[in-house]
């Protein structure tokens, strides 16, 4: 079985342009989050979806947003780049109920210029 | 919210010797504890898991231990190996926030010839 898929593996932006990642879960995942990973904050959670609705969501800006599609499929937005959105974005998925465990992607390496 | 500690940050250790990680998370409600350990240019790969009803799991030369009185949990790795040399997280899933993980800030194991 297929594990999580993200694309692209590796983005390079300007500041103040928007980019968006996608992320394909493991089949039969309905659930998919999104963390970024940087070398000061660690791993910070930033949104979970299911069934194409947003379920959770962590503290970042409204410049981040998601969406996911009626096959699990997930894209996350960001709107606006700063320096600091420079890190690596992880998607992890899971199967359906919150007590399933979560396996991430490779993770997309987002760098801000 | 929930708030996750880990130590040591940097852990070296001879091949063969055993290695402890140890975590410490606030919330006392939270239900389930997931090690992962990321390797260089690749995602967070989920290596155990444990859950607050039971108080230890092992599979092969790892294990988890929780002491849910104390809320800190450890993940031990026996007859350790070059192949184990990465960072490891250890994380927290508090009830009510769906599928987001809490993450510590990492260890980074070290295993020498």
């Known amino acids: 079985k297929a594990g999580v898929t993200q694309t692209p593996r590796y983005l390079i932006k300007t500041r103040g342009q928007q980019v968006t990642l996608s992320c394909s879960p493991i089949?039969?995942?309905?659930?998919v989050s999104w963390y970024q990973q940087t070398p000061g904050q660690g791993l910070q959670f930033l949104f979970e979806?299911?069934?194409?609705?947003?379920?959770n969501k962590g503290n970042f800006p409204g410049r981040f947003s998601g969406r996911q599609f009626s096959n699990s499929r997930s894209e996350m937005n960001v709107s606006t780049l700063e320096l600091g959105d420079s890190a690596l974005y992880l998607c992890?998925?899971?199967?359906?109920?919150?007590?399933?465990?979560?396996?991430f992607g490779p993770g997309t390496r987002l760098t801000v210029t | 919210g929930e708030n996750v500690e880990q130590h040591p940050s940097t852990l070296s250790v001879q091949e063969g010797d055993s290695a402890v990680i140890k975590c410490t998370y606030s919330?006392?409600?939270?239900?389930?504890f997931p090690w992962y350990k990321q390797e260089l240019g690749k995602g967070p790969q989920l290596i155990i898991d444990?859950?607050?009803?039971?108080g230890e799991k092992k599979d092969q030369r790892i294990a988890v231990t929780l002491n849910k009185t104390a809320k800190h949990f450890s993940l031990h790795i026996t007859e350790t190996q070059p192949e184990d040399s990465a960072v490891y997280f250890c994380a927290a899933r508090s009830p009510g926030g769906g599928n987001k993980l809490t993450f510590g800030t990492g260890t980074q194991l070290k295993v020498e010839l």
């Open positions: 979806y299911f069934s194409e609705t947003q379920r």
């Open positions: 089949s039969g995942h309905r659930s």
């Open positions: 444990i859950r607050s009803n039971v």
């Open positions: 919330d006392s409600a939270s239900n389930y």
């Open positions: 992890a998925s899971s199967l359906v109920t919150v007590t399933d465990e979560q396996y």
